[in-house]
């Protein structure tokens, strides 16, 4: 061996460090005629064996609900290694957007878009991995129309007002501005008077078969005619 070389030995037996965990090891060689043998040794060098990412699972996403606005909480449990961000998608999936939090709850908001939310978690030196996906949504709202004429005589009466199609829908809900509604105001029908002047609104709260409401208008101009 020349002198201020150092040698390369590869070891013939490998070591199992699939357990996770730090590792020392220590090292020696013996050389004939080396006359600084103090040298020949390295102790302590330390290798750390990391754990797989585990992404973990999302928890809290509440059952779709009747009302935007509902918050909570989602909390990420089971995971191994450190949260790198969350995610969140508004597309189904095809798309992630980064949200800057390496904390394991994150506050959400219910609102009509459909919102997928999961979480990058990084152990060590190991590839990263993907907790399980939590979906917040709201129930969608009825759609509904209501049809009746658009121009009236002044204070003409029994003037009619329905909803167009009730299919999925359970309840009615009538109420009138400049107009006063004749007879019973929870059928999807109804027959109102006009008033002697202005604009007539007619509005209808429909309830759909999963709770959801909405409230669709008609307006109606009391004019004489020529």
């Known amino acids: 061996l020349l002198g201020n070389s150092s040698p390369v030995y590869t070891f013939t037996t490998q070591v199992n ?20 043998p103090a040298n020949d040794a390295y102790t302590g060098y330390l290798v750390t064996s990391d754990a797989p990412s585990v992404g973990g699972t999302l928890s809290g996403a509440p059952a779709p609900s ?65 907790s399980t ?13 209501v049809v009746g004429p658009s121009v009236v005589c002044p204070n003409a009466t029994l003037q009619p007002a329905a909803v167009a199609d009730t299919t999925g829908l359970t309840a009615f809900a ?3 501005a400049n107009a006063t509604i004749t007879g019973a105001t929870d059928h999807a029908a109804i027959t109102w008077t006009a008033p002697a002047a202005g604009v007539a609104t007619l509005s209808a709260q429909v309830t759909a078969t999963n709770g959801c409401t909405a409230t669709v208008s008609h307006y109606a101009v009391a004019a004489a005619s020529a």
Do not use: K, M
Request: charged share 10%.
């Open 174 to 176: 009538w109420s009138a």
């Open 17 to 36: 460090l699939s357990v996770p965990g730090t590792y020392s090891f220590d090292a020696s060689v013996a050389l004939a005629g080396d006359v600084n």
């Open 66 to 130: 009747r009302a935007t606005g509902q918050s909570g909480t989602l909390t990420l449990t089971g995971y191994t290694g450190s949260i790198d961000h969350w995610e969140r998608s508004i597309d189904g999936g095809s798309t992630w957007a980064v949200l800057a939090s390496a904390s394991p709850t994150l506050p959400f908001t219910v609102s009509n878009t459909p919102t997928q939310y999961r979480v990058a978690v990084e152990s060590g030196r190991c590839a990263p991995a993907y």
């Open 133 to 145: 996906i939590a979906t917040v949504s709201a129930l969608p709202a009825p759609t509904a129309t």
